[in-house]
């Protein structure tokens, strides 16, 4: 199984600031990395798939890169709408998924 | 509008049986592979499993293998997750997500149904 590492935990930014998470695949997932938005009392809203695209609808603000084991999921300038918690997840090995732990982002 | 609706969650002690559901709509259902994820209370996202578009592919997180079955009804616009055999450490969140194609990220989530595992 991969298993896929986020870090920070927690991640206290002011509005405004940018803000870099970090999610680490234990073996090569190659480009199949996805990135999803999670609020309170809401499902998970896809940001980033195949590492660097963003999803329908998604501000230019949200942008991935990496490849491989190592990728970032970067917001330009955060809003206040934000502050939620991001998940990481590989889908390099059908009909096998798996998530990261999760990096919440709050407001300093 | 893709539309997915989980029914079937609910209180049931620990070592029995539920059968999840998701209604699916404003997409072709039978062209896509789906999945089941859940979040325990408090908790981050874990897969519990997927099916490819005709039912042949399907796999299973650990935790609930022997135990969970996932299944798709493509006549009924359906997918299934039949739980046995169940476990405190099961009571989640469970949502029904859509792939993006087979074996891909996850580009529609329902709302989730609740399964509380309890005596």
């Known amino acids: 199984e991969i298993v896929m590492t986020q870090s920070p935990a927690t991640l206290s930014v002011s509005p405004g600031e940018r803000a870099t998470l970090s999610c680490r695949a234990s073996?090569?997932?190659?480009?199949?990395l996805a990135w999803y938005q999670q609020k309170p009392g809401q499902a998970p809203r896809l940001l980033i798939y195949g590492a660097t695209n963003r999803a329908t609808g998604i501000p230019a603000r949200f942008s991935g890169s990496g490849s491989g084991t190592e990728f970032t999921l970067s917001i330009s300038s955060l809003q206040s709408e934000d502050f939620a918690v991001y998940y990481c997840?590989?889908?390099?090995?059908?009909?096998?998924?798996?998530f990261g732990g999760g990096t919440k982002v709050e407001l300093k | 509008e893709v539309q997915l609706v989980e029914s079937g969650g609910g209180l049931v002690q620990p070592g029995r049986s539920l059968r999840l559901s998701c209604a699916a709509s404003g997409f072709t259902f039978h062209n896509y592979a789906m999945h089941w994820v859940r979040q325990a209370p408090g908790k981050g996202l874990e897969w519990v499993s997927g099916i490819n578009w005709n039912g042949v592919s399907i796999g299973y997180a650990d935790s609930v293998k022997g135990r969970f079955t996932i299944s798709r009804d493509n006549a009924k616009n359906s997918l299934y997750l039949q739980m046995n055999s169940l476990r405190a450490e099961d009571t989640a969140l469970y949502y029904c997500a859509k792939d993006w194609a087979q074996g891909n990220h996850l580009d529609s989530w329902g709302h989730g149904t609740l399964v509380t595992v309890s005596s």
């Open positions: 073996q090569s997932v190659s480009s199949n």
């Open positions: 997840q590989q889908y390099n090995k059908w009909p096998s998924l798996t």
